[in-house]
């Protein structure tokens, strides 16, 4: 008798860890971001985190678009750097720094992507030659002529935090953008974006989609 209670003790023991699992699990924290409900608060963009080739850029695409697309306050920058050098405030932590600076919402962002890589390769096409044909007769007159391509491959990834200080809900997703041009001789001189112009482009496209879904 002793062992058929334990069995079945255990088996009540099982099944209540198993429906409390299943509940906290339905019941699982919203994680990504939900920008209609900062409407009105104060936000402070604490930083960005990446390559210095990429901050600067995606910092200025950032603050545009938050000044665009937002509905929220966009704290100024020398706010936020008055409040990290405070004398005794600890410059490391982000929402600490957004506090003093009087926000409401701690934002940051962290560059996971930030490329423009560049290939070069060649085609061909069909080609309509009179001269061949006048030397050679008409069934040479169809000729294969090779033309060099290039093409660059643009890639950003930024993910962003946003922290409501008041209950230290942090919600979090990445603003991404993709885009290959090509650029065929044939069709006139070879010319590619400049690099640094395609990534701005892109990292103010990545943000753009980045308000616009999660408005």
């Known amino acids: 008798m002793q062992v058929k209670f334990a069995k079945s003790a255990f088996t009540a023991i099982a099944l209540a860890i198993s429906l409390t ?18 409407e009105g608060k104060k936000v ?19 603050v545009n ?24 405030q600890d410059s490391t932590d982000w929402k600490g720094v957004a506090k003093r600076a009087g926000a409401e ?11 423009a890589d560049t290939s ?3 085609s061909s096409e069909i080609v309509d030659d009179s001269q061949m ?5 008409e069934s040479a007159r169809k000729v294969e002529q090779l033309y060099k391509v290039k093409a660059i491959k643009g890639d950003v990834q930024v993910e962003l935090q946003f922290a409501t200080l008041a209950d230290d809900d ?35 496209e990545a943000f753009a989609r980045f308000f616009h879904k999660y408005n």
């Not at 402070?44 to 950032?62: N, W, Y």
Request: charged share 30%.
């Open 105 to 115: 919402v701690a934002l940051r962002a962290r560059v996971l992507k930030f490329s």
């Open 21 to 38: 699992a299943a509940g906290c699990s339905s019941a699982k924290k919203k994680t990504v971001p939900e920008l209609n409900k900062l």
């Open 65 to 88: 678009q938050l000044i665009k697309n937002g509905t929220f306050i966009l704290l100024p920058k020398q706010d936020v750097d008055a409040a990290r050098v405070a004398v005794d």
């Open 133 to 137: 044909a006048e030397e050679r007769g």
């Open 170 to 204: 942090i919600r979090y997703a990445v603003a991404e953008a993709q885009e290959t041009v090509k650029a065929e001789g044939n069709k006139g001189g070879i010319h590619l974006p400049p690099k640094l112009g395609f990534l701005e482009k892109l990292t103010n």
């Open 120 to 122: 070069e390769g060649y």
């Open 44 to 62: 402070a963009l604490i930083e960005v985190q990446g390559e210095e080739s990429s901050r600067k850029i995606v910092e200025v695409a950032l």
